[in-house]
């Protein structure tokens, strides 16, 4: 059944084995391989007053994918798992997944099947790095900003959050090729894109931590902050044109990725040179580990709080 | 919190990152990696009027892990993603998962936490193949039966189901040193172990097809015939001392391996040398592909089936 449903993707090449066995055999170069996995839930991780299950598969792939994104790597491989009431439109799951793993450029190679009460979608990716001067890339962690480097993200925020918004609010989905800041909002929430190509530019321009902004920067500006053993002055947050400053500062899911460097211009200049829109400043790493400040105010705290962090 | 729970278990080596970064960074040699993700939700694949989330956490990490057994692999690296109701005893589950990864030899290197109205437990597991005479071995599919090779098992079938049945009628579970059949098939419910060092030495002893039986040999071999094109005529199955002949043939979960090949005196002597039991044989594939049969009768339809196979 697994095996059929990524049978929608093209077959492995020659000596790997995909779906149908035991395991997958996916063949890799030596050095550091990235895994990840992620569970999106039903009615907890997706609305599904709002979506559809082909968005929720499509986010759940998503999702996985932009953590091999905020350490720089290149997305490889997929495992997806689910359990779910018998009567689940597989299908439909599956139109979402394969969509977001053709699009992200990665391979389904196996899953697995179970009956529960509530749909349950885990992801499971691996990723590797590109080729660096002195063999292959060194993968960023959120632990290694210094006080004095700023804190730039790949794109204005909210995005996601303010089309979960506007869809509740009876915007329609966007069609094929609706723009504007609405469409592009609702787009944003059903149909996450992974940083792929900023996350592997920023790892080349060596920046010194970066990480994906999953549940928002409030949160997760705070978690590199600790993680690195800095303070945090954020600044002038950027918000996408449909968003307000609460679901900037807040919303999660948007997946642009947050990146700390001693050199912005520099940073700025890869960028540029890539063709990737240019990254935003948001503030800047403190000295002082108990600094939490918002455009010189104490920095509210806001953003998705997973039930057991 | 995934950090926390995982910090049991011994750290990383040098240069690799696990949990508590957007993904995990783990050093592997080039060759064929292998990976498989299994999903066990409570109430499903585990009762938890007999079992404990101890168990539930230790079985699905076996299970996962028997995946890799089941290739001729060697396992290497396990992702735990949970979902589940908040007052879920977390500390409770991750004894079984950490007991059970330190059993088998696998690093828990990242997970993920949610929640769900009901506990599922995602087990991601990665591994490799040790090294043959010409690089790395290569890993054991289903699908390379021949007609006239025999089949066999890697011990006596039945003891998870003649222990979960000794479990719902009261039966306690084994302490530390309790011996014997009971205590026997009650901990290969509770406690299930992965055949990896039976399968590697298969895999080494150049077994034409092997896969695991986790859902039992009735609907396991037929799966096995299936991918092989071959007929199947199973005769005299060995089961163990506690188990039914009906839960010997429809028994899963006991993560026996079943192997083919043409050289079965070969392969006993193989497990000999290597110092494990004596492979047991359980019949033999026919040419005719159609054919399903069992001590000369016609193969009943017997196992786990899953709702959506």
């Known amino acids: 059944m697994v095996a059929e449903l990524i049978g929608r993707l093209p077959g492995p090449p020659a000596g790997e084995r995909w779906a149908g066995d035991d395991a997958a055999v996916v063949a890799v170069d030596a050095g550091p391989l990235l895994l ?9 991780h997706a609305d599904p007053a709002v979506l559809g299950l082909d968005d929720l598969g499509w986010r759940a792939v998503a999702g996985a994918i932009s953590d091999v994104a905020a350490m720089g790597g290149e997305v490889r491989h997929l495992l997806v798992a689910v359990a779910g009431p018998a009567d689940t439109d597989l299908d439909l799951l599956y139109e979402g997944v394969v969509g977001a793993a053709r699009h992200h450029g990665a391979a389904v190679v196996g899953g697995d099947l179970s009956s529960s009460a509530q749909l349950m979608v885990s992801v499971t990716v691996t990723g590797c ?45 966007p069609g094929g090729g609706a723009t504007g800041p609405v469409a592009d909002a609702v787009r944003a929430h059903r149909r996450p894109v992974a940083r792929l190509a900023e996350g592997a530019v920023a790892c080349r321009a060596g920046v010194s931590a970066m990480m994906d902004l999953s549940d928002g920067l409030g949160l997760d500006a705070s978690r590199l902050a600790v993680a690195s053993g800095v303070g945090l002055d954020l600044r002038d947050v950027p918000a996408h044109p449909a968003a307000t400053p ?49 455009d010189g105010g104490p920095l509210p705290v806001a953003g998705w709080e997973h039930p057991w962090d």
Chains 1, 2 share one sequence.
Do not use: I, N, W
């Open 36 to 44: 990840s996995v992620d569970v999106a839930v039903l009615g907890v």
């Open 129 to 173: 790095m590109g080729a660096g001067p002195r063999g292959p890339l060194v993968p960023v962690g959120r632990d290694g900003a210094r006080p004095g480097d700023e804190l730039l993200v790949t794109g204005p925020l909210g995005a996601a959050a303010a089309g979960l918004r506007l869809l509740r609010a009876g915007q329609p989905g």
């Open 246 to 294: 609460a679901e900037a500062l807040g919303g999660g899911e948007d997946y642009e990725l947050l990146m700390a460097t001693a050199d912005p211009d520099g940073l700025r200049r890869a960028f540029e040179r890539a063709g990737l829109p240019r990254p935003l400043t948001v503030g800047a790493c403190t000295a002082d580990a108990g600094t939490r400040s918002l």
